[in-house]
């Protein structure tokens, strides 16, 4: 029978008691919304091919971006914490052990590395999730014979399947604009059954690779438009200036991640 450690009591309780003591470690962060704590990993040792580790590196640059424009938190695991639960399983002992060790922490919220954020203005609709205590992406019918969570979303995309999403980002940047989150503008778009790390997948490699090329940048043209440059098209790293270069740029980084600002393509 396994375990995950001792099971531990009246946490909440604990919780509540801890952080009432410890006011240098409040659980809002300083615009008053929940610390959220992101987390990630990757395997202890090198992708089978460069190109994995390439991408893995994009991959953990999108989130830095953008939980560097959320003020979220962020922590990169490469280590397996449990004997028994390596590769995929790891991530539950060390969310455990991050929950247990960062109780100013309201939300983990855990990301895989194949997954990339694609509208750099989305932020989760926390009070919805008010009362739960695991949100997870998901159709509620095909769910029904869970027990105990399940605040199950699926009016944004949490997960957005890849396949569908990425030849659609030119056309999604012509008739609308970052904020939205949904089929119209994902919020994160996730490589499923890619696996770039290891060697084989359920998709051919190229057209893992390429897709996520295309996602990396529709994402960074976001970030870059807050310093005025986007990359040349969607499949190149080169960069060019944006047109309108201003000289009020604290108000143009108010308007760059608002929800009527299109980007130009
Ligand atoms: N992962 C990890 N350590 C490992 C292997 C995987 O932290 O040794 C993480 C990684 O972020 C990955 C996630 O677990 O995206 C899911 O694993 P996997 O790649 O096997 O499944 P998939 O992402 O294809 O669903
Ligand atoms: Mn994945």
Redo the contacts with the bound molecule.
């Keep these: 029978n396994y375990t995950l450690g001792p099971s531990i009591t009246r946490w909440n309780a604990k919780r509540r008691q801890w952080l009432s003591q410890n006011p240098g470690f409040p659980s809002r962060d300083a615009r008053g919304n929940p610390r959220i704590l992101l987390v990630?990993?990757?395997?202890?040792g090198p992708c089978d091919n460069p190109a994995g580790d390439h991408y893995l590196l994009k991959s953990t640059k999108n989130k830095i971006d953008y939980c560097r424009l959320h003020g979220i938190e962020i922590v990169h695991?490469?280590v397996?914490l449990d004997r028994e639960l390596?590769?995929?399983w790891?991530?539950l002992p060390?969310l455990r052990r991050l929950m247990l060790s960062h109780p100013e922490v309201e939300w983990v919220w855990w990301?895989?590395?194949?997954?990339l954020f694609t509208d750099m203005g989305f932020e989760i609709p926390l009070s919805r999730y008010e009362g739960s205590n695991l949100v997870i992406h998901g159709y509620p019918e095909l769910l029904n014979k869970q027990r105990s969570w399940v605040y199950v979303e699926n009016q944004y995309y949490l997960h957005g399947f890849w396949a569908g999403l990425v030849d659609k980002y030119e056309e999604m940047m012509e008739k609308h604009h970052p904020g939205l989150g949904d089929e119209r503008w994902p919020f994160i778009t996730?490589?499923?059954?890619?696996?770039p790390?290891?060697s084989y997948?359920d998709y051919p490699v190229e057209q893992c690779l390429t897709g996520m090329e295309r996602a990396f940048n529709f994402a960074d043209n976001q970030v870059l438009r807050l310093y005025g440059f986007r990359h040349r098209s969607l499949t190149n790293p080169k960069v060019k200036p944006v047109a309108n270069r201003t000289a009020s740029p604290l108000l143009n980084k108010e308007a760059s991640l608002k929800m009527d600002a299109k980007i130009e393509t």
């Design positions: 990630t990993g990757s395997s202890p695991n490469m397996h390596s590769g995929y790891s991530k060390l990301m895989d590395s194949d997954a996730h490589f499923v059954g890619c696996k790390c290891g997948g």
